[in-house]
């Protein structure tokens, strides 16, 4: 009998293949981790944010569904695209919410890093932080995505290394490096 995981990486072959069916028939094996994923990124967001786990989770399942199917290798690729999406539609969100308040604040979004021993860094404005992000991304696309999958995606050090199949010290010390870069531009930027 073929784990989950198996299961997950046959569809994403269909679908990739063209067979819109498959995205279907993964949508139930993969929701739940997806949701966990959702309301551990909405963890950093305001309180009184617009959207929930639910809304971002479906909000992504919509993206995906539009079009033709990304070009996914694994598992890996397709958690990664999830997390990317769930960035794009709170970027998205925010940048809705700031319009509305004509030039208001958008949402704050906390870099805060779990490790022990990291001092928790201030507030910083999505919008500014995703600019930053996508500059990370030309000069160190490592640190940049997993930035994005430990932040956005709310995935631990751990499911990190496994996704991207390194260490979990290279997921730790790039978190560290990419955090403080982060930090360092946005303050740049926003003074």
Do not use: C
């Amino acid at each position: 009998m073929a784990t989950r995981q198996q299961e997950v990486t046959a569809l994403l072959d269909r679908w990739g293949d063209g067979e819109t069916a498959a995205l279907a028939e993964l949508i139930p094996l993969v929701y739940s981790d997806l949701h966990r994923l959702a309301a551990r990124s909405m963890r950093a967001e305001r309180g009184d944010h617009t959207l929930q786990p639910t809304a971002l989770v479906h909000e992504a399942f919509l993206r995906l569904a539009k079009g033709r199917p990304p070009d996914l290798e694994n598992r890996r690729h397709f958690y990664g695209l999830a997390a990317r999406l769930m960035r794009q539609i709170l970027v998205d969100h925010a940048r809705r919410v700031k319009a509305e308040r004509r030039g208001g604040g958008g949402p704050m979004v906390p870099l805060e890093e779990e490790t022990p021993g990291l001092s928790v860094a201030p507030a910083v404005e999505l919008l500014a932080l995703d600019e930053a992000l996508s500059s990370l991304a030309e000069s160190a696309p490592r640190k940049a995505k997993i930035v994005e999958l430990r932040f956005f995606g709310g995935l631990e050090v751990k499911e990190v290394a496994e996704l991207l199949e390194v260490s979990m010290s290279t997921v730790v010390t790039d978190t560290r490096v990419a955090r403080a870069w982060l930090l360092a531009r946005v303050a740049v930027g926003g003074a």
